[in-house]
């Protein structure tokens, strides 16, 4: 079956860095969209970060645009998400996704396949 398992998670200080990484398996790796999302205490799952099946395109949540960076190794059916300057509304539970849909999609509907997700907390 797939696994999507997410790790890299932490406690940091406001203005550091984190690296997220997800292993997948039970998949065509090479084949589905890629996809970082975060759910806040309280609030909605929200997109962050997708990168298409080639890795050659990348989409970002205008809240981390600059700060955040996705990427992937298809060789390795991993996908990593890089966060520089981090602060404390980035404080979250991240999960990794996995979808099909034609369009490297931000919506949550577009993944069939999601992981457990990782603690992210940042201090201030």
């Known amino acids: 079956q797939v696994q999507l398992v997410e790790s890299g998670g932490g406690l940091v200080q406001a203005g550091g860095s984190l690296r997220l990484s997800c292993a997948a398996s039970?998949?065509?790796?090479?084949?589905?969209?890629m996809a970082w999302f975060r759910q806040a205490p309280g609030k909605e799952r929200e997109f962050v970060a997708v990168i298409r099946r080639s890795g050659g395109s990348t989409y970002y949540s205008d809240s981390v645009k600059g700060r955040f960076t996705i990427s992937r190794d298809n060789a390795k059916n991993m996908v990593y998400l890089q966060m520089n300057s981090l602060k404390p509304e980035d404080t979250a539970v991240y999960y990794c996704?996995?979808?099909?849909?034609?369009?490297?999609?931000?919506?949550?509907?577009?993944?069939?396949?999601w992981g457990q997700g990782t603690q992210v907390t940042v201090s201030s």
């Open positions: 996704a996995a979808g099909r849909a034609m369009v490297a999609s931000q919506r949550r509907d577009d993944y069939e396949h």
């Open positions: 039970g998949l065509t790796f090479s084949t589905y969209n």
